[in-house]
C-alpha cells in the first residue's frame, strides 16, 4: 500500500504561482508513473501532468509551458510547480501513483485562483 500526502495548496491571485507537493511512503523510484490530476466542481478529475520512473514527463495542453512536474527520489517526494495560474486552474489537485497495475490516490489539496 503506498500512501501519499499532498501539500502546497491555497489561494492565490491571476497570474500567480504554486508549489505542490506529494510525499509518497516508499520510494519513488520504485513506481511505474507518478502524476497530477485535478477536479473542479461540477466537473470530471482530469490529468494534469505525469512523470515516470524513467523522468519522462508529459502534460496537459492547457497547462504546457506553465506547470512542471518533477520528481526527488532522496524526499520520495513528486512537485508540481505551477506558473501563470488562471481562474480556470481553480480544483482540488490530487496525487497519483501507479505500481504494478495499482493505483493510488492522495487525498488531495485546494488550488484556488481568484482575485
Known amino acids: 500500500q503506498v500512501q501519499l500526502v499532498e501539500s502546497g495548496g491555497g489561494l492565490v491571485q491571476p497570474g500567480g504561482s504554486l508549489r505542490l507537493s506529494c510525499a509518497a511512503s516508499?520510494?519513488?523510484?520504485?513506481?511505474?508513473?507518478m502524476g497530477w490530476y485535478r477536479q473542479a466542481p461540477g466537473k470530471q478529475r482530469e490529468w494534469v501532468a505525469i512523470v515516470t520512473s524513467g523522468t519522462n514527463t508529459r502534460y496537459q495542453d492547457s497547462v504546457k509551458g506553465r506547470f512542471t512536474i518533477s520528481r526527488d527520489n532522496a524526499k520520495n517526494t513528486v512537485y508540481l510547480q505551477m506558473n501563470s495560474l488562471k481562474p480556470e486552474d481553480t480544483a482540488v489537485y490530487y496525487c497519483n501513483a501507479i505500481r504494478n497495475g495499482r493505483i493510488y490516490w492522495g487525498q488531495g489539496t485546494q488550488v484556488t485562483v481568484s482575485s
Open positions: 516508499e520510494s519513488v523510484a520504485s513506481l511505474n508513473s
